[in-house]
């Protein structure tokens, strides 16, 4: 029996009687991470990994029907044997490993293959069936180490403050603020938004520390943003309150600013190709590293990816999901379409 059907709830599990990441309320959702097109409100119960639900709870007020499991745990659901593996993608994000008869199934989520030391490294897991994301599933896409992006950040930042130019970095508040707060953090004092300490506040209840930030309040003094670095997420990015700070410099952190297209999103004054996705080798070395023998292609650029995995001798197919309406690259990309 196949392990797995779409549907238009979502992905399911008919003999387990769950679903993984569905789009509308279900019975009983696995869900792989926090982000906001994984999660939806609404199910009756919940499954993920321990440090998924303090976020979880913060978020949706999620609590009393979420059930958690470390990574590795197997435990049966019908006779359904399942088990969280590290997809690398945000705290507490996992791939979702199915097995029946010796039939095994594993759904990816979001994933990246390099380790961004606060995330656990994604772990590739042999499977006859792989689900994987194509978010950035074009050869463009080829990120340079996250220490380089770091060292190019820290720099505009250092130039800025020569300038007098606040600094302000947009990235999503789950994910990529953290890992820039745990890389700069050593350099100039970092003022965050309230969606972003909230967040802060949700892992250290966990036992993940980040260093200390300041959250950003009406009282806070402009003159002190100036001297530190201002990190929000994108929906803020064209709001009266960005314009009123003094002498702003905006700078975006996404995959998307890797092509010209992106680092021209709403006139940003730099673009740094910082993504919590795989890019194209990643995507290719972690599905190869399944040895899967039939791969489903979900949101991004799906029709070129699972083209190329056939040509390459890996049985593929595109699906369509809901995935990525929420997601702090996808919502960028909308933006860069629609200018």
């Not at 820290?154 to 130019?165: A, D, G, L």
């Not at 999503?172 to 350099?187: E, H, M, P, V, W």
Request: with cysteine.
């Amino acid at each position: 029996m196949a392990l797995i059907e779409f549907t238009n709830k979502g992905i399911y599990c008919k003999k387990g009687g769950f679903y993984i990441d569905p789009w509308h309320p279900v019975d009983y959702a696995v869900t792989t991470h926090g982000h906001a097109d994984h999660v939806k409100w609404g199910n009756k119960n919940y499954l993920c990994h321990d440090l998924t639900k303090p976020i979880l709870t913060q978020r949706y007020g999620l609590e009393d029907n979420v059930q958690t499991l470390p990574y590795h745990q197997q435990i049966d659901i019908n006779g359904i044997k399942l088990s969280l593996h590290p997809a690398g993608h945000v705290i507490g994000s996992s791939q979702i490993r199915l097995e029946y008869k010796g039939e095994i199934c594993v759904v990816s989520g979001d994933y990246k293959v390099e380790y961004d030391e606060i995330s656990t490294a994604f772990e590739p897991v042999k499977c006859h069936t792989f689900v994987s994301e194509s978010t950035f599933g074009l050869p463009i896409y080829h990120w340079e180490p996250q220490h380089i992006i770091f060292k190019q950040i820290i720099n505009w930042i250092t130039s800025n403050h020569q300038k007098q130019k606040t600094s302000i970095l947009i990235a999503y508040s789950l994910g990529k603020a953290q890992r820039l707060i745990k890389n700069l953090s050593s350099d100039y004092p970092i003022y965050v938004h309230n969606s972003i300490a909230n967040l802060n506040e949700a892992f250290a209840a966990a036992g993940v520390n980040l260093p200390k930030t300041i959250r950003i309040t009406p009282e806070t003094k402009k003159e002190d943003l100036q001297q530190g670095i201002v990190i929000i997420p994108p929906a803020l990015a064209d709001g009266k309150w960005v314009k009123s700070l003094m002498q702003p410099a905006i700078g975006i952190c996404s995959g998307w600013m890797m092509v010209r297209a992106g680092r021209r999103w709403r006139s940003a004054d730099a673009g740094f190709a910082l993504s919590d996705h795989a890019d194209w080798p990643g995507l290719l070395d972690a599905i190869k590293a399944t040895e899967a023998e039939k791969v489903f292609v979900t949101h991004g650029s799906t029709a070129i990816f699972s083209k190329y995995l056939n040509e390459i001798g890996i049985e593929a197919e595109e699906v369509s999901t809901k995935y990525g309406a929420d997601d702090d690259d996808d919502v960028l990309i909308k933006s860069i379409q629609e200018n």
